[in-house]
């Protein structure tokens, strides 16, 4: 099951999976799966919403799902599984869905993974909340052709994606094509463009009419001039953000401020009036100057801001997606570089200060770097959250008590145990793809078919058996990072990486909370481990005949 919700960190942005409630319910009572199907068709609800606004536990999905479950009874089908993506969008590709990638996954072997309950295809309101990009559409289409028949319910009605032509694939690439070539057109003109509320302008209305993101916010634009401002003066990312947060004021959706929340605004050229397309700068062909848009904007009189202090600001920022169309300096990282990871706890140490909030700070805490008149304290742990005072340790004796914890959590759990690799589902599928791809590909070569004729076929085929290995190779990396604790014993700590080392922590421990020292206590005090809260990480087992459930490692 999928379930990426953090109880540390709550986010209205997750994904999740479960067997549908009454189903559940059902099974409670003693149960089976064939008896609850019954001769009908299994499916999966699947529910979406871009932008969760609503208060309470998603309740935007949570509607989605009543109303599938009520539409796949009219076609003889029934919800047994719920797959959903809170607040995400499906319109960019840089944006993964979790739970729609693995529906599709599970829909390809007709099966959901860990239950082994049966799925044919899935139900939802409207196609859009499951595709809208190309890929995203030819996925689930193949889904579909390889449990074979698969069923796919939009709203009331029942739509043929497995007999479908390429209309609906060549229609989904037509509005994305459609989209940005619009897009440019708008740019160039420097109209408006369509999009979520922007801090310091007004949204769309209907009572008065306004367009969204043409009007200032009156009460909103000064702030955004003081974070210009400050950030031009060389104030940093992190104290701007602290500085918003102290006076109480919001995000355009009403959250608190990230230091990612303030840089994205800053370095929006809109507020100049400029806007970027494609990675850079719109300018007009004829005099290569920036196209001001048609939209209010900072006045250099009243404001005292400018495109130039822009440009500065833009000398400083590294970051590939947040810069904006500006030339990089020589030596910045490159797109697909990795940051790695050089402290052995870093990243699973959480600060347990009060931060200005009065709420328990739980921000990740990062090795440094000991410098100067600190360098003979060593290295330290410390948290970076801007509205925290911060929370330190000195890196040497929480790495020494926390791994002596682990390595004996591992003997007293893993000693002993013996490797044991689950199969992977899909291996005969994949054979039997690849043994149809043979047979395709021999009657062209005797003659009996003309390439033409099967060209669409091979290329389906060619798609679905990439995908499967992909699929594959997944499985075996996830069942090696399993079986990496079995067998265990104490001399192979020594053995492995610090990244192998990482590895293992994370299949052991969630979190590590760094307890504050008590008032009273010197700062120069012995290392007291009792102020470090382990959270174990909980094991998956068999529950009731069926697989998935959760309990704790005693």
Not at 41 to 65: C, E, F, K, M
Not at 153 to 167: F, Q
Not at 278 to 291: A, H
Request: hydrophobic share 35%.
């Amino acid at each position: 099951m999928i379930d990426t919700r953090n109880s540390l960190r709550p986010s209205r942005a997750f994904s999740r999976s479960c067997i549908a409630p009454p189903l559940q319910a059902w099974l409670d009572r003693g149960g089976t799966v064939e008896g609850w199907l019954n001769g009908r068709t299994p499916l999966i609800s699947y529910a979406r919403i871009s932008a969760d606004r609503l208060t309470g536990d998603a309740i935007g999905v949570g509607r989605q799902h009543r109303n599938n479950t009520r539409n796949a009874e009219l076609h003889g089908c029934v919800v047994v599984m719920h797959y959903e993506d809170n607040n995400l969008t499906a319109a960019k590709r840089e944006v993964i869905r979790p739970a729609f990638r693995q529906m599709c996954t599970d829909i390809t072997h007709g099966r959901e993974e860990e239950t082994g309950i049966p799925v044919r295809g899935c139900v939802a309101v409207e196609k859009e909340r499951v595709y809208r990009l190309p890929r995203d559409f030819i996925a689930l289409q193949d889904a579909l052709v390889m449990v074979g028949d698969g069923v796919f319910i939009e709203d009331k009605a029942i739509l043929d994606l497995v007999n479908d032509d390429g209309i609906g694939e060549r229609e989904v690439k037509k509005v994305g094509t459609r989209t940005a070539r619009n897009a440019a057109d708008r740019a160039e003109e420097g109209r408006i463009y369509g999009a979520p509320r922007r801090f310091g302008w007004l949204g769309a209305s209907k009572d008065p009419v306004r367009v969204g993101n043409k009007h200032k916010d009156l009460e909103e634009w000064p702030h955004l001039i003081d974070m210009i401002k400050a950030r031009y003066a060389g104030r940093s990312w992190r104290g701007i953000t602290a500085d918003m947060n102290k006076k109480k004021v919001t995000t355009a959706r009403g959250g608190s401020w990230s230091e990612q929340a303030v840089k994205g605004l800053v370095t929006n050229p809109a507020w100049w009036g400029g806007r970027v397309l494609n990675g850079k700068i719109v300018t007009d062909p004829r005099t290569g100057e920036p196209v001001i848009g048609d939209w209010e904007h900072a006045d250099e009189e009243i404001d005292g801001v400018t495109y130039e202090m822009w440009k500065c600001i833009m000398t400083g920022v590294q970051a590939n997606r947040l810069h904006r169309g500006m030339k990089q300096a020589e030596g910045a990282r490159s797109e697909g570089e990795l940051r790695t990871r050089t402290y052995l706890f870093s990243g699973y140490l959480r600060c347990g200060r009060l931060n200005d909030f009065e709420e328990v700070c739980c921000s990740q805490l990062s090795g440094n770097k000991a410098t100067g008149r600190n360098a003979k304290y060593g290295d330290y742990y410390r948290c970076g959250d801007a509205n925290c005072k911060g929370i330190g340790r000195r890196v040497a004796p929480v790495d020494e008590y926390l791994e002596g914890l682990v390595l004996a959590y591992l003997d007293r759990h893993f000693a002993g145990t013996k490797s044991r690799t689950i199969p992977w589902r899909g291996k005969a599928k994949l054979a039997h793809l690849c043994k149809q791809r043979r047979d395709v590909e021999d009657s062209v070569t005797s003659g009996e078919a003309h390439w033409s004729d099967v060209q669409g076929l091979l290329t389906r085929l060619n798609r679905n058996i990439e995908t499967l290995e992909q699929e594959e190779t997944d499985h075996l990396m996830a069942e090696a990072r399993r079986n990496l604790l079995r067998g265990w014993k104490r001399e192979k700590w020594d053995r492995l990486e610090l990244e192998e080392k990482r590895a293992v922590i994370g299949q052991v421990i969630t979190s590590v909370v760094i307890v504050p020292i008590p008032e009273g206590v010197s700062d120069k005090a012995p290392f007291d481990p009792a102020l470090l809260k382990v959270s174990w990480r909980e094991k998956r087992t068999a529950v009731s005949g069926l697989p998935g459930r959760r309990a704790v490692i005693a």
